[in-house]
């Protein structure tokens, strides 16, 4: 099946998750759509971002993409049911939430997990109830940090605040956790900072690896790994952004096509 893989986020966060899919399936062609007109949507309404990823994946659709992947907590969180509903057998919808789920109870068992993500992604309660359906005795301690998302949207072109990240760290809530999880995709690109913060103690893990290896294991599943020589990648954003244009040069060099459509 040689149909690209349409990978999608408000901005440049799920360039991380891109990047990542890149270095495990060279061979698969990426579609990647940045909503950088919309973003962020974590402080959004659950509506307005579920009218967003619609219309993204109608794009992706007309791209021919074989698989969907929401490279964004905040629409996994809440627009995943609809767009699986809306896209039906057109394309596999995956996210970014399930794959971390899996890696959390294979590696996790019986202990206590933090997780930051945006407002929206942590008042869904989706990793929780998805937590607790395992069964395990995992708890979470979750916080919403939505500065983070602005903060690393502009970390290539503007740098970051130390004191942001380590004020929200400093949360009693998150004071005795054995591993965080990074529940936005943006927060891949401050994740050394967050490391750091923990002396490089703590598991600190974001969704870009054990998504692209969920990924893996979904094409060959289901007979979807291309059969390509030959990949090549598209990046398309609403709003062609400095702030994007830099970070795509970034994680994927200076030879990429970016378009701009308002889709
Ligand atoms: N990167 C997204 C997430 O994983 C969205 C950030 C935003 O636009 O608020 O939640």
């Known amino acids: ?40 949507y974590g402080d959004k309404a659950g509506a307005t971002i579920q009218a967003h990823a619609i219309r993204i994946c109608n794009f992706l659709l007309k791209r021919q993409c074989k698989v969907i992947l929401i490279a964004c907590n905040s629409v996994s969180a809440v627009a995943y049911d609809l767009v699986c509903a809306h896209v039906g057998q057109r394309a596999a919808v ?98 050394t900072s967050i490391k750091a913060f923990y002396q490089h103690q703590l598991s600190v893990m974001d969704a870009a690896e054990v998504t692209a290896t969920y990924l893996q294991r979904f094409l060959f599943r289901h007979q979807l790994l291309s059969t390509r020589l030959l990949a090549e990648d598209h990046f398309v954003a609403s709003a062609l952004t400095a702030d994007f244009e830099r970070a795509t040069h970034i994680f994927f060099g200076h030879k990429v096509h970016l378009e701009r459509l308002l889709v």
């Open 94 to 191: 995956l996210n970014v939430i399930d794959p971390m789920i899996d890696y959390i109870g294979s590696q996790f068992q019986g202990q206590l997990i933090g997780l930051i993500g945006t407002q929206q992604t942590i008042h869904s309660r989706v990793y929780e109830k998805k937590i607790q359906a395992l069964r395990l005795g995992i708890q979470l301690r979750a916080v919403a940090t939505p500065l983070l998302v602005p903060m690393s949207e502009a970390r290539f072109t503007q740098g970051i605040s130390l004191e942001t990240i380590h004020n929200y760290l400093k949360n009693p809530a998150l004071r005795y956790i054995k591993a965080l999880i990074l529940g936005c995709t943006h927060y891949s690109v401050i994740k």
């Open 1 to 40: 099946m040689n149909g690209p893989i349409g990978i999608f986020d408000s901005g440049i966060g799920g360039l991380a998750v891109a990047r990542a899919v890149k270095d495990l399936l060279p061979q698969e062609s990426i579609v990647y759509f940045g909503d950088t007109a919309h973003l962020p």
